[in-house]
C-alpha cells in the first residue's frame, strides 16, 4: 500500500465517522504506529479542517523513558502540531496486573471526562488480531472476540477512532522509511513474559508460519462478531427501554422476566455504557444470581470496577463508586457551590423555594454527615419523625444514607438531601430562597 494509499485509506475512514469532529487528538507514544497515524492526520488536517493535537503519557515504567517525551514533542513541533505530555502513576496492585494497569492510565489520562476531542488511536491489524486472539484464549464471548471497534463513543470521556484497524504492520513501516521518519523502540514490547508480547512475538507468527493469512483471518472474525455484538446491543437496548421508569431508572420485575441469558445481556450493556470492562463468565452469572434474589429489593449493592449494579424496591440502576468519605462536619458560610464526598455540593438562588435565605443568614450554618438518631419535621404542624423513616419513605437505598449532607442551623436540622426542607426552614413564597442540589448518588 503506497503513502498515497494510506493517505486515501485514512480519509475514508474520516468520512465514515457519525458525526462532525473538529477536534482531533492522537495517543502518541513516539512508536511506529502513531508517528506514522499523526504524520497523515497532520497532511490531512486542511483538507477536512480538523484541528490536530497529540498526547504522550509517561508512566515511567521503562528506563530512560523520560526522554521520549522529548523526541515526541519535537517531531509535533516539525509539524506544527499542538504537543501535551501527562505523567501518570501506575497502579501495580490493579488485579489485571501491569498490563492493565498501564492501559487504564493512559485511557483515563488520554480521555477527560467530558473532553469533546475525537481521541484517535494508532492500532493496526496486527493489533486486532492480537486482541482477538488473546480475548478469544481468555474465554470471551461475543463481544470480547469481536476486538476493538473502528469507532466506540463512551458515555464518559472520548469517542475514539482507529483508522489504521484494517492497515497491516508492515505498511506503517514502509511509509515511516518511505518518509524518512524516526520513531522510538521501546524495549518492554520485546520482552515475551507479558502475553500480549508472547502472541505478537511468538504464537502469531508461528500461526502464520502454517495459516499466512492468520492476522488478516482474525481481524475479519472480529468484525463479523462485532455484527453479532451488535445485535445483541440492539437487543439490550430494547429490553432496557421496556423496563425503563420515569425517573431514568430501570424496573425490577421487568428484568427478573428475562431469561438468564437476555438478562446478562442487559447487564453487559449497561456495564460497558459505563466505560466499565466486561467481567467474566463466572462473576457475570454471579451477579445475575444476586440480582435475582427476592431479598436483593431490601437493598443489594453489587459491585464491579469503578461501577456498581444496584437494587432496592421495583428499582434498579448503575452508579459510580469510589466516592470519598464524607466529612464529619464543616461549616457552611454561604458558599454557591462546595465539594461533599467528591461531588458537588450547590446552593442555587430561587424565589419561594427551597430554604429561606433569611432564615440560613441569621443563624450558624454546619454541614454534617449522618450520626444517627436525627429528627426532622417535614410538613408544617407536623410530627418530628426519625431520618430513618423518612429515608425508607423517600426510597433512598441503606448503603447511600451514612455519606449524605444534612444541614444544621443553629443546631437544628434543616435540611436533608434526598428526603427535603424542614418545615421550620421552607422559602415562604415570593421570598428569596436557597435550594441545594448534590450531584452525588441519591
Same mark, same amino acid.
Request: net charge neutral.
Given at each position: 500500500?503506497?503513502?498515497?494509499?494510506?493517505?486515501?485509506?485514512?480519509?475514508?475512514?474520516?468520512?465514515?465517522?457519525?458525526?462532525?469532529?473538529?477536534?482531533?487528538?492522537?495517543?502518541?507514544?513516539?512508536?511506529?504506529?502513531?508517528?506514522?497515524?499523526?504524520?497523515?492526520?497532520?497532511?490531512?488536517?486542511?483538507?477536512?479542517?480538523?484541528?490536530?493535537?497529540?498526547?504522550?503519557?509517561?508512566?515511567?515504567?521503562?528506563?530512560?523513558?523520560?526522554?521520549?517525551?522529548?523526541?515526541?514533542?519535537?517531531?509535533?513541533?516539525?509539524?506544527?502540531?499542538?504537543?501535551?505530555?501527562?505523567?501518570?502513576?501506575?497502579?501495580?496492585?490493579?488485579?489485571?496486573?501491569?498490563? %492493565? #494497569? /498501564?492501559?487504564? !492510565? =493512559?485511557?483515563?489520562? @488520554?480521555?477527560?471526562? *467530558?473532553?469533546?476531542? $475525537?481521541?484517535? &488511536? +494508532?492500532?493496526?491489524?496486527?493489533?486486532?488480531?492480537?486482541?482477538?486472539?488473546?480475548?478469544?484464549?481468555?474465554?470471551?464471548?461475543?463481544?470480547?472476540?469481536?476486538?476493538?471497534?473502528?469507532?466506540?463513543?463512551?458515555?464518559?470521556?472520548?469517542?475514539?477512532?482507529?483508522?489504521?484497524?484494517?492497515?497491516?504492520?508492515?505498511?506503517?513501516?514502509?511509509?515511516?522509511?518511505?518518509?524518512?521518519?524516526?520513531?522510538?523502540?521501546?524495549?518492554?514490547?520485546?520482552?515475551?513474559?507479558?502475553?500480549?508480547?508472547?502472541?505478537?512475538?511468538?504464537?502469531?507468527?508461528?500461526?502464520?508460519?502454517?495459516?499466512?493469512? %492468520? #492476522? /488478516?483471518?482474525? !481481524? =475479519?472474525?472480529?468484525? @463479523?462478531?462485532?455484527? *453479532?455484538?451488535?445485535? $445483541?446491543?440492539? &437487543? +439490550?437496548?430494547?429490553?432496557?427501554?421496556?423496563?425503563?421508569?420515569?425517573?431514568?431508572?430501570?424496573?425490577?420485575?421487568?428484568?427478573?422476566?428475562?431469561?438468564?441469558?437476555?438478562?446478562?445481556?442487559?447487564?453487559?450493556?449497561?456495564?460497558?455504557?459505563?466505560?466499565?470492562?466486561?467481567?467474566?463468565?463466572?462473576?457475570?452469572?454471579?451477579?445475575?444470581?444476586?440480582?435475582?434474589?427476592?431479598?436483593?429489593?431490601?437493598?443489594?449493592?453489587?459491585?464491579?470496577?469503578?461501577?456498581?449494579?444496584?437494587?432496592?424496591?421495583?428499582?434498579?440502576?448503575?452508579?459510580?463508586?469510589?466516592?470519598?468519605?464524607?466529612?464529619? #462536619?464543616?461549616?457552611?458560610?454561604?458558599?454557591?457551590? @462546595?465539594?461533599?464526598? *467528591?461531588?458537588?455540593?450547590?446552593?442555587?438562588?430561587?424565589?419561594?423555594?427551597?430554604?429561606?435565605?433569611?432564615?440560613?443568614?441569621?443563624?450558624?450554618?454546619?454541614?454534617?454527615?449522618?450520626?444517627?438518631?436525627?429528627?426532622?419535621?417535614?410538613?408544617?404542624?407536623?410530627?418530628?419523625?426519625?431520618?430513618?423513616?423518612?429515608?425508607?419513605?423517600?426510597?433512598?437505598?441503606?448503603?447511600?444514607?451514612?455519606?449524605?449532607?444534612?444541614?444544621?442551623?443553629?443546631?437544628?436540622?434543616?435540611?436533608?438531601?434526598?428526603?427535603?426542607?424542614?418545615?421550620?426552614?421552607?422559602?415562604?413564597?415570593?421570598?428569596?430562597?436557597?435550594?441545594?442540589?448534590?450531584?452525588?448518588?441519591?
Amino acid at each position: 500500500m503506497p503513502s498515497t494509499e494510506l493517505h486515501a485509506t485514512v480519509a475514508a475512514q474520516w468520512r465514515r465517522l457519525p458525526g462532525p469532529f473538529p477536534r482531533l487528538r492522537v495517543g502518541f507514544s513516539g512508536g511506529l504506529d502513531s508517528t506514522v497515524l499523526l504524520h497523515v492526520l497532520a497532511g490531512l488536517r486542511e483538507e477536512f479542517g480538523f484541528v490536530l493535537s497529540a498526547a504522550h503519557v509517561s508512566h515511567g515504567l521503562v528506563a530512560g523513558s523520560e526522554a521520549w517525551g522529548e523526541h515526541c514533542r519535537a517531531f509535533c513541533g516539525g509539524l506544527g502540531v499542538v504537543f501535551e505530555q501527562f505523567d501518570v502513576q501506575v497502579d501495580r496492585r490493579h488485579p489485571g496486573g501491569l498490563e %492493565a #494497569a /498501564a492501559r487504564d !492510565a =493512559r485511557r483515563q489520562a @488520554l480521555s477527560p471526562p *467530558g473532553d469533546d476531542a $475525537l481521541l484517535v &488511536l +494508532a492500532q493496526h491489524r496486527n493489533d486486532q488480531a492480537e486482541t482477538v486472539l488473546f480475548r478469544l484464549l481468555r474465554g470471551a464471548g461475543v463481544k470480547g472476540g469481536a476486538g476493538m471497534r473502528p469507532f466506540a463513543s463512551r458515555g464518559e470521556g472520548a469517542a475514539v477512532w482507529r483508522p489504521l484497524l484494517e492497515v497491516p504492520r508492515a505498511t506503517l513501516q514502509a511509509y515511516a522509511l518511505s518518509h524518512g521518519l524516526g520513531w522510538i523502540e521501546d524495549p518492554s514490547n520485546a520482552d515475551d513474559t507479558f502475553s500480549r508480547n508472547f502472541l505478537r512475538l511468538r504464537a502469531l507468527p508461528l500461526l502464520e508460519t502454517r495459516f499466512p493469512a %492468520a #492476522a /488478516a483471518s482474525l !481481524a =475479519r472474525s472480529a468484525r @463479523l462478531l462485532d455484527e *453479532g455484538a451488535a445485535l $445483541l446491543d440492539d &437487543l +439490550a437496548d430494547l429490553d432496557l427501554a421496556a423496563m425503563r421508569l420515569a425517573d431514568g431508572r430501570y424496573g425490577v420485575a421487568p428484568a427478573w422476566a428475562l431469561s438468564a441469558s437476555r438478562l446478562r445481556n442487559v447487564l453487559r450493556r449497561v456495564l460497558a455504557m459505563a466505560g466499565e470492562a466486561l467481567p467474566d463468565e463466572e462473576r457475570l452469572s454471579e451477579l445475575e444470581r444476586q440480582f435475582r434474589l427476592p431479598s436483593a429489593q431490601e437493598g443489594w449493592r453489587g459491585e464491579l470496577g469503578g461501577v456498581a449494579v444496584c437494587v432496592y424496591r421495583a428499582a434498579w440502576w448503575i452508579e459510580r463508586r469510589g466516592f470519598d468519605e464524607a466529612p464529619r #462536619a464543616c461549616l457552611w458560610t454561604g458558599q454557591a457551590e @462546595l465539594d461533599w464526598q *467528591g461531588a458537588s455540593l450547590r446552593f442555587l438562588a430561587t424565589r419561594g423555594e427551597g430554604l429561606a435565605a433569611a432564615r440560613l443568614a441569621e443563624g450558624a450554618c454546619e454541614l454534617r454527615r449522618r450520626a444517627g438518631g436525627e429528627r426532622m419535621v417535614l410538613q408544617p404542624g407536623g410530627p418530628s419523625r426519625s431520618l430513618k423513616n423518612l429515608f425508607q419513605e423517600a426510597g433512598v437505598p441503606p448503603w447511600q444514607r451514612p455519606g449524605l449532607p444534612l444541614l444544621w442551623v443553629d443546631g437544628q436540622l434543616a435540611w436533608v438531601a434526598g428526603v427535603g426542607v424542614a418545615a421550620a426552614f421552607r422559602c415562604p413564597p415570593g421570598e428569596a430562597g436557597l435550594l441545594p442540589w448534590w450531584t452525588g448518588a441519591l
